[in-house]
């Protein structure tokens, strides 16, 4: 039986890019949900570090912090398999890291694309791969979410065509995967949130008020707003929604 309070109850979940903005959100809310989480980081271990003594002091879940560059694609293999070991077992993968480059397309190098596609694209499939042989090794299927953005559906501002084109990519390799791996029992979605308030995107930043003005609401979302669907979507009741893409812009993209 499902425990309603903690839903994740006895499940593990690992969240790329989890030591600020929406990815910590969403390792502290998945932590509240009841799951032992893992989170990985590139930079900032102080900050990563203080993502895991909140989900411990606040929820009393277990917590681990693993420095991994999701452009690396051997440590972003080994973190999923050291979370799997720690945990013994891993049931929720969140491809929430990436990166932002913005700016003239004649200004965009092929180290910037190289760059952008390996974290933004390629991690999310081999993280999604080496995540897959644990999930089937529990046999009882799992989730794999990935974080998208508005801009994939609606690039309102010029000098987003890179980041766009590594963001629409994951419509594709959500598709495509929640295919083939839904006779498994995994699930596969893709959450495209709209601006949010982080210390990459502030909500007072110099160009937020226009930002914020594409929204039906008028405001930037707050990190929990992102985190509480992804929770949603790593929840056992939701087993029937898979191959999904799933604005959560304030109306940005409608």
């Given at each position: 039986m499902i425990d309603r309070m903690n839903p994740l109850e006895g499940h593990a979940a690992l969240v790329t890019g989890g030591s600020r903005g929406i990815g910590a959100a969403i390792a502290l809310r998945l932590a509240e949900e009841g799951a032992d989480v893992a989170l990985t980081y590139r930079t900032g271990a102080d900050r990563a570090a203080e993502v895991v003594d909140r989900i411990k002091g606040t929820t009393g879940r277990r917590a681990l912090a693993l420095q991994a560059d999701n452009a690396d694609a051997a440590a972003l293999v080994g973190a999923v398999d050291e979370t799997a070991a720690t945990y013994g077992r891993?049931?929720?993968?969140?491809?929430?890291?990436?990166?932002?480059?913005?700016?003239?397309?004649?200004?965009?190098?092929?180290?910037?694309?190289?760059?952008?596609?390996?974290?933004?694209?390629r991690a999310a499939f081999v993280a999604s791969q080496a995540a897959v042989r644990h999930m089937d090794a529990g046999g009882t299927g799992g989730r794999i979410i990935s974080i998208g953005s508005n801009v994939a559906v609606r690039a309102a501002f010029p000098g987003l065509a890179l980041y766009a084109m590594s963001k629409t990519a994951l419509i594709g390799l959500t598709k495509g995967l929640a295919r083939e791996l839904g006779p498994r029992g995994i699930t596969v979605n893709l959450v495209?949130?709209?601006?949010t308030d982080t210390d990459a995107n502030p909500a007072d930043g110099p160009s937020a008020a226009a930002i914020a003005g594409?929204?039906?609401?008028?405001?930037?979302?707050?990190?929990?707003?992102?985190?509480?669907?992804?929770?949603?979507?790593?929840?056992?009741?939701?087993?029937?929604?898979?191959g999904a893409t799933l604005p959560v812009d304030g109306a940005f993209t409608a």
């Open positions: 891993l049931d929720v993968l969140v491809n929430n890291a990436a990166i932002f480059l913005a700016g003239p397309l004649e200004d965009v190098t092929l180290a910037d694309l190289d760059g952008t596609l390996a974290v933004n694209v495209h949130p709209g601006p594409l929204t039906a609401l008028g405001r930037y979302a707050a990190p929990a707003e992102i985190a509480a669907t992804v929770a949603h979507l790593a929840a056992p009741a939701t087993r029937y929604l898979t």
